[in-house]
């Protein structure tokens, strides 16, 4: 008799969503696979005005990778949760 095995659902795909601080609108959307990094994505949300950029941990490191390095933008992205 065979057995039922239950398979795990995953994520395909996410988005990755830029929004104004001041206005709380949201300009540049990007949707991507869910195997995708996030730090590839960063230079996709940003529209030319930024001074300060927030992101979680997924963004860590963007100011080190190269097409970032001559922004003018402080990037400030969260530390990951350690335990």
């Not at 963007?62 to 969260?78: S, Y």
Request: proline share 5%.
């Amino acid at each position: 008799m065979p057995r039922c095995t239950r398979q795990k659902r995953q994520s395909v795909a996410k988005v990755h969503i830029g929004v104004d601080a001041q206005s709380g609108l949201v300009h540049p959307l990007v949707g991507t696979a869910a195997n995708v990094h996030d730090v590839t994505q960063a230079q996709a949300l940003l529209h030319g005005d930024e001074t300060d950029v927030f992101g979680d941990a997924g963004y860590q490191g963007v100011e080190k990778r190269e097409d970032n390095l001559e922004m003018p933008v402080a990037w400030r992205c969260d530390a990951p949760f350690q335990t």
